[in-house]
């Protein structure tokens, strides 16, 4: 029969089975989720010999492996007591890499932990795991690394385990955030069109925005160190969370008047960015200014660059210009904002939320 579906309560010309065989299950149940130990990983840290199949060496060749449970190719597997398994030799001239895998094996019938054995070589690779549903599937425990002339074995885990499901909340995700463990990621679907939707997760850090899954949010700029602004200056800005503590934004301020903008007060003309920068560390930041009219004594396209310093707790980026006379002379303060012009900058900064 060309089509069949199962599980119902009785079998039909339509394809439908009530019996399901292992192979049947298999197929079904590995969709359910992927490999992984049964252990969800809820707290800020873990101990290596606390979690499921924490492994011990004995004896420089024999394993033995703490309780544990896991899911693995659609069977679930558990030990509830301490198992040992041995690790054969390795007399020869170069290092070998063997794996400890929990293996299902569809024609035993059982799951069951195993050693995989690797090639000596001078870069010895470890066994890839098997996963072919109907016969054997293979989850990664531990990779084993034994040395030449029968050293004793060192162990690194590399066992998956289980997370929180993300979570999706209509408003008040943050708040939400509050009620639940470390490690869950939590989607706010802005039901009530006041933000925008985002993804955020309760780290060891605390709760942050890891992106944003909308439209960029929009925010004005501003230009700063100046005295009064003539009438005429438009504001473009954009931004967006791109990942933990990580934001992408862009401005394009438009001086559309007849008056150049100078300079007031200490420091160079700077702009703003709509979420304070980390002061922990200076940032870099470029720009241009299209200045077709070559006002204000200077050229049509000048190279600008944004300096946030370190120490700098407040969102605003000083500007700097190539000095239009002498190269040798560097980068100086930018003190004009030229009639007809505009400052354009985009790119990525380090924000100070964690």
């Excluded at 190279?303 to 946030?308: D, Q, Y």
């Amino acid at each position: 029969m060309a089509e069949k579906s199962y599980p119902f309560d009785a079998a039909n010309e339509a394809g439908g089975q009530a019996a399901v065989s292992q192979l049947d299950w298999q197929d079904m149940a590995k969709l359910w989720g992927g490999d992984r130990v049964d252990l969800q990983l809820v707290n800020a840290s873990y101990s290596g010999a606390t979690v499921p199949f924490a492994p011990r060496v004995i004896n420089g060749r024999t394993i033995e492996v703490k309780p544990g449970a896991a899911w693995v190719g659609g069977i679930y597997y558990r030990t509830d007591s301490v198992l040992t398994v041995d690790v054969e030799a390795n007399p020869t001239e170069t290092p070998r890499k063997d794996t400890l895998v929990v293996r299902t094996d569809m024609s035993k019938g059982a799951a069951n932990i195993v050693v995989v054995k690797g090639q000596p070589s001078k870069a010895p690779i470890a066994p890839r795991p098997q996963r072919i549903a109907g016969q054997r599937w293979e989850m990664v425990l531990h990779e084993i690394l034994v040395p030449a002339k029968d050293g004793s074995i060192t162990l690194t885990s590399c066992a998956p385990y289980d997370a929180p499901n993300h979570l999706a909340t209509p408003w008040n995700t943050r708040l939400t955030a509050g009620y639940h463990d470390v490690g869950q990621f939590l989607l706010d679907m802005d039901s009530n069109n006041n933000d925008v939707q985002y993804e955020a997760f309760n780290g060891r850090d605390g709760y942050m925005v890891t992106r944003h899954l909308s439209k960029a949010k929009k925010y004005t700029p501003r230009i700063v160190n100046t005295g009064k602004l003539p009438s005429g200056i438009l504001y473009r800005g954009i931004w967006r969370w791109i990942a933990p503590n990580t934001v992408f934004f862009s401005i394009d301020i438009n001086n559309t008047s007849n008056t150049d903008v100078k300079q007031s007060g200490s420091g160079p003309l700077s702009f703003t960015l709509p979420v304070n920068p980390t002061s922990a560390i200076g940032q870099v930041f470029n720009g241009q200014m299209l200045n077709s009219g070559y006002h204000g004594s200077l050229p049509n396209y000048v190279a600008l660059t944004g300096l946030s310093s370190l120490g700098n707790k407040t969102n605003v980026v000083k500007i700097f210009y190539p000095n239009p006379k002498k190269l040798d002379e560097g980068l100086d303060y930018l003190l004009t904002f030229p009639r007809k012009s505009s400052i354009i900058f985009s790119g990525t900064y380090e924000a100070n939320t964690l």
